[in-house]
C-alpha cells in the first residue's frame, strides 16, 4: 500500500523559514498531486497548498510547495514564520485506484 | 461555502449511525466530496469519496463494506451510513469539498467543522 512519511515534529524561530517533507513509499509522487493541510489546535483542517505547489485563495505566499522526484518526496515551506502558523501540518496524495492517502502529520512548533 | 455535519454521538458496538453533511454557498452537484476521520489525538484518516454525481465511490480499506457513502443533490447534502460500528471508528468525522467533480486526481479544498461518533457500550 502507498504510503506517505512526514517527520513526527519541527522547531523554528519566528522569522525563519522551515521545511517539511512528505516521502512516498513506492513509486513516483510526482505521478500524482500532493495537497498541504493545517490544523490549528482544537480546529478544522483547512487548505494551504494543492496540486503540489497552488495557493488556495486567501493563502499567504510565505507558503510553497514543492516535488523532488530524485528523493521521492514533497515539501512544504514556510517562510517569515509567525506564531499563527504553529500547527499540525498534513501531506495527502493518492494510489493508481483514486484512493486518498495523508501522511501522519508534522507538528511545527514556532518559539 | 459552509459544510455542516450532523448525526454524531454515542452509539454501542455492532450498531448504526448515520451521518449528514448539509452544504451551502456552491453548487453542490458540480463537486465530488469526502469523508475524513481523527481519532482522538490521532492523525487524519481518509474514510471515502464520491463523485459529483454519485456514480463513482472510494472507500477505506478500514471501512469497505461496512460504511456506504451517497449523496442527494436535490438536497444539497452527503451522507455516512456507518454499520457494524466498531470501537475504533470514534473519530471526529469531517466532510469535505473537493476541487472539482473528479475522482482520479482528489484533493479537498474546503472542510467541515466536524461531528464526533463515539463507539462504546
Known amino acids: 500500500n502507498f504510503m506517505l512519511t512526514q517527520p513526527h515534529s519541527v522547531s523554528e524561530s519566528p522569522g525563519k523559514t522551515v521545511t517539511i517533507s512528505c516521502i512516498g513509499s513506492?513509486?513516483?509522487?510526482?505521478?500524482?498531486?500532493v495537497q498541504w493541510y493545517q490544523q490549528r489546535p482544537g480546529s478544522a483542517p483547512t487548505t494551504v497548498i494543492y496540486?503540489?505547489?497552488?495557493?488556495p485563495s486567501g493563502v499567504p505566499d510565505r507558503f510553497s510547495g514543492s516535488i523532488d522526484s530524485s528523493s521521492n518526496s514533497a515539501s512544504l515551506t514556510i517562510s517569515g514564520l509567525k506564531t499563527e502558523d504553529e500547527a499540525d501540518y498534513y501531506c495527502?496524495?493518492?494510489?493508481?485506484?483514486?484512493?486518498?492517502?495523508f501522511g501522519g502529520g508534522t507538528k511545527l512548533t514556532v518559539l | 461555502v459552509q459544510l455542516v455535519e450532523s448525526g454524531g454521538g454515542v452509539v454501542q458496538p455492532g450498531r448504526s449511525l448515520r451521518l449528514s453533511c448539509e452544504v451551502s454557498?456552491?453548487?453542490?452537484?458540480?463537486?465530488?466530496m469526502h469523508w475524513v476521520r481523527q481519532a482522538p489525538g490521532k492523525g487524519l484518516e481518509w474514510v471515502a469519496l464520491i463523485s459529483y454525481d454519485g456514480g463513482n465511490k472510494y472507500y477505506a480499506d478500514s471501512v469497505k463494506g461496512r460504511f456506504t457513502i451517497s449523496r442527494d443533490n436535490s438536497r444539497n447534502t452527503l451522507y455516512l451510513q456507518m454499520n457494524s460500528l466498531r470501537a475504533e471508528d470514534t473519530a471526529i468525522y469531517y466532510c469535505?469539498?473537493?476541487?472539482?467533480?473528479?475522482?482520479?486526481?482528489?484533493?479537498?479544498?474546503?472542510w467541515g467543522q466536524g461531528t464526533l461518533v463515539t463507539v462504546s457500550s
Open positions: 496540486e503540489d505547489n497552488q495557493r
Open positions: 495527502q496524495s493518492y494510489d493508481s485506484t483514486n484512493l486518498v492517502v
Open positions: 454557498g456552491f453548487s453542490f452537484s458540480n463537486y465530488a
Open positions: 469535505a469539498r473537493d476541487f472539482d467533480g473528479r475522482v482520479t486526481t482528489p484533493d479537498i479544498e474546503y
Open positions: 513506492s513509486g513516483s509522487i510526482a505521478s500524482n498531486y
